[in-house]
């Protein structure tokens, strides 16, 4: 859900721009009145105020008289929006260009260096100072390209510099985050988003920012084009992305406003979540008496708009009264039992704050040769010194193969700290110890280290995890030692430490050296799925000859998820094309060993449908049961019909025995099949073919082979978990009465007139 911070112009610019700093524009639609016909004022220049003194008065002043200027033109849904242009000046492109900086220009070469735009700071006619911290920027826009590929809007918040644009490499500690929204070629009126990527995490006590709207992002890159903008506005997010309550299933939905957890008795403790929006605050109040928790959501914007907010509703069991003691009561319980799983405590419990805030874990990457090209092997830990205990196992999964020998890197703020890895491998906490007999090997939970002794005297020597002695200045390392990951395919809690010569998980707290809290430690938490590296892909030779046969609709029936949104797939309509992965879109559910069946609707005729589960994660194999002739075998689940007569397909059979013969065998109506019995996630197939089970397509042409037939290859995921008691909460998924904005910050009361609109936070187009 995206609210747009939708502001009266009175309250919000009280005052001159310079006096304080503003979350929106002054004028996003361009309505107010223009500075000049070349220029519309109210915070956006041209080339008609550009800074030209480099080139001399004659030369400037003939520069900036030929250089393309903005007009005015009619609006999206109002009689007002800017065009800006390219153009050719005596064989030089200009491009069109509007900031709310000023424009230098410094050389007659379009992709001269000394030509750029920039905040003046000090002059309120060429800077923006800004006090919000946006999600995302949207605005409609028209582009016509005589040879640009595409227009584009750049927005960079930065604090008190003349930042540039296009951006100097010496600047960019001073960005404080930054949008970019390419516009393509359009005819009509098209809305375009860019959401912002920040590099900070706390916004400086001055930010300004620069933004630009130009023709083509490559100076002087083509002419004669148009590109024409309304509405620019700024998106403040106000929800939570990430919710969730040991013990429960939550199935939380960014727009599900209301949720029953009235099975479980309220604990602050075992709540988690997180906000969307870069700048938003989460507040929480809980009712005793009803039992009701809320959580209440205001975006970065909130100060200025009270509308920026969403209010979660948790209703948990009444409390009640404590019953008399019993005057003969059982023996006390183990007062240290085992935990049961998904119930272990996995925060750090602290005393104090950090003394040396100069330390401090910036980033983590896990060098895995199997998956080498893995973005989400990085995790980058905002820049926040005061904290103890960063929690991403919400956010960031990692992956490695089964077994595989890997490398943490680990990158820190300061000096004069060690580095400790550890993976939960039976998901009941960490623990630790160094393997008995042995100086350095770790055991338990332990898996790497920089450096440790076992001297509680004395910290001058000691060991990394590979035998490594270490003494003198080489004690300052954070380097840690490869290790092997678990063997077993699966997701594993992965803890990371900087500390001083201790491997207790949770932070030294014995101060022999100078305690956790003192050393100003850190610890982070995230999660690592171990998988086989297995190539899915088929390898087919040419392209689908019957490009009228495709996949269309997916969908997996369970009694026991009866109605579950996301056991629906619908695939996209690309007849040519032969294999669509959904693996990363796309994950369905059913409980364990449960028969199901898989409703596969297709485009085309005389096709049969194949359903494979990769159950050891190894790739998928399939054939006939030995001495049967129909029962499918490895990870073959059910077909729609197949013989293993190479001469003839005049009759066959499906997965449960069934004969078929003459127009009955085409057919992709599947047969019932068992899911796995142990809970997971596994990958599965959907083939359409005709008559062969080889979960690679039909490549031996006996009948026609896989490209020849139009075959179709979709992959996806079901998980198999046990069903709780809230799996099918009845949630409020909109407020009774819709709240309506029109894109001028007005509130309506109802839809009159076509156009976009903020409905509940949400845009929607109304024709």
Not at 29 to 44: C, I, L, N
Not at 481 to 508: H, S
Request: aromatic fraction near 10%; charge should be negative; proline fraction near 5%.
């Amino acid at each position: 859900m995206k609210k747009i911070s939708l502001l009266i112009a009175s309250i919000l610019f009280a005052g001159s721009m310079s006096a304080q700093g503003v979350y929106q524009f002054k004028d996003p639609g361009f309505d107010g009145t223009w500075k000049s016909a070349e220029e519309p004022g109210s915070g956006w220049t041209s080339f008609t105020s550009a800074d030209a003194s480099s080139l001399g008065s004659i030369v400037g002043g003939i520069a900036k008289s030929q250089s393309p200027k903005p007009s005015k033109v009619e609006g999206y849904l109002s009689n007002a929006a800017v065009k800006i242009y390219s153009k050719s000046i005596m064989g030089a492109n200009a491009n069109g260009n509007l900031t709310s900086g000023q424009i230098h220009m410094g050389s007659s070469t379009p992709a001269d260096a000394s030509n750029y735009n920039s905040t003046k700071v000090g002059n309120s006619e060429h800077s923006l100072l800004f006090d919000g911290m946006p999600d995302a920027v949207g605005f409609f826009a028209k582009f016509k390209s005589g040879g640009s590929p595409n227009g584009r809007g750049n927005f960079i918040l930065h604090d008190e510099c003349e930042y540039r644009d296009p951006e100097l490499s010496s600047q960019q500690g001073n960005r404080v985050g930054k949008a970019t929204a390419l516009i393509t070629p359009c005819s009509d009126w098209t809305y375009f988003e860019g959401e912002f990527e920040y590099d900070r995490t706390q916004k400086p006590s001055t930010m300004y920012l620069l933004a630009t709207f130009t023709t083509n992002p490559t100076p002087g890159g083509s002419s004669n084009d148009e590109l024409i903008i309304d509405d620019v506005y700024f998106i403040y997010y106000s929800t939570l992305k990430s919710l969730s309550y040991k013990g429960a299933n939550i199935s939380f939905r960014e727009g599900t406003l209301s949720y029953d957890l009235s099975s479980h008795k309220y604990e602050a403790t075992s709540l988690t979540y997180n906000a969307k929006g870069a700048g938003a605050t989460v507040e929480t109040e809980y009712n005793s008496e009803t039992a009701l928790l809320k959580i209440t959501v205001k975006g970065n914007d909130y100060a200025v708009n009270p509308d920026s907010k969403t209010i979660y509703e948790l209703q948990f069991a009444a409390e009640t009264t404590p019953p008399t003691p019993d005057p003969d009561p059982e023996p006390e319980p183990d007062p240290n039992p085992e935990p049961e799983p998904g119930e272990v405590d996995y925060t750090p419990s602290f005393t104090g704050e950090k003394q040396k805030t100069d330390r401090a874990i910036e980033r983590i990457i896990l060098a895995s040769s199997e998956y080498s090209d893995a973005t989400e092997n990085t995790l980058t830990i905002g820049n926040n010194p005061a904290l103890n205990y960063c929690d991403y196992t919400e956010n960031v999964t990692m992956t490695a193969a089964p077994g595989e020998t890997v490398t943490l890197d680990v990158e820190i703020a300061g000096s004069w700290m060690n580095a400790y890895a550890y993976i939960d491998f039976d998901g009941d906490g960490f623990t630790a110890s160094i393997e008995e007999g042995s100086n350095y090997a770790p055991a338990e939970d332990l898996v790497s280290y920089s450096f440790y002794n076992n001297d509680s005297s004395s910290d001058e020597s000691g060991w990394n995890s590979a035998g490594q002695r270490i003494i003198g200045d080489s004690r300052s390392t954070v380097a840690l030692p490869q290790f092997t990951v678990p063997t077993e395919a699966g997701t594993y809690r992965v803890r990371v430490k900087l500390d001083w010569c201790n491997i207790d998980p949770m932070g030294d707290q014995d101060g022999k050296f100078g305690d956790f809290i003192a050393n100003g430690g850190h610890i982070v938490d995230f999660m690592l799925q171990v998988k086989s590296n297995v190539d899915y892909t088929p390898s087919f030779t040419g392209e689908k000859e019957k490009t009228d046969r495709t996949i269309e609709r997916i969908t997996l029936i369970s009694n026991e998820y009866d109605g579950t949104e996301d056991n629906t797939l619908a695939v996209d309509n690309n007849p040519a094309l032969n294999f669509e992965d959904y693996t990363e879109d796309v994950t369905m559910i059913a409980a364990p060993g449960e028969t199901v069946t898989l409703d596969v609707e297709i485009a085309g005729s005389w096709m049969n449908a194949y359903v494979y589960i990769d159950f050891e994660g190894d790739g998928f194999t399939a054939s006939i049961e030995e001495g049967s002739n129909y029962a499918p075998a490895e990870d073959l689940v059910s077909y729609s019909f197949y013989n293993n007569d190479s001469s003839s397909d005049e009759n066959g059979w499906n997965s449960v025995g069934e004969r078929i013969s003459g127009d009955s065998r085409s057919t992709v109506a599947l047969p019932r099949f068992t899911v796995p019995a142990e809970e997971g996630i596994y990958r599965v197939r959907v083939k359409l073919d005709w008559c062969n089970i080889d979960p690679m397509g039909d490549q031996d042409g006996k009948f026609g082979d896989f490209i020849a037939n139009g075959g179709q290859i979709v992959d996806f995921m079901l998980q198999i978990a046990v069903p709780t008691d809230i799996d099918n909460v009845e949630c409020e998924e909109e407020p009774l009465e819709s709240v309506i904005y029109d894109l001028s910050g007005r509130r309506v009361k109802e839809i009159t007139t076509p156009g976009i609109y903020i409905v509940n936070g949400k845009k929607r187009l109304v024709k």
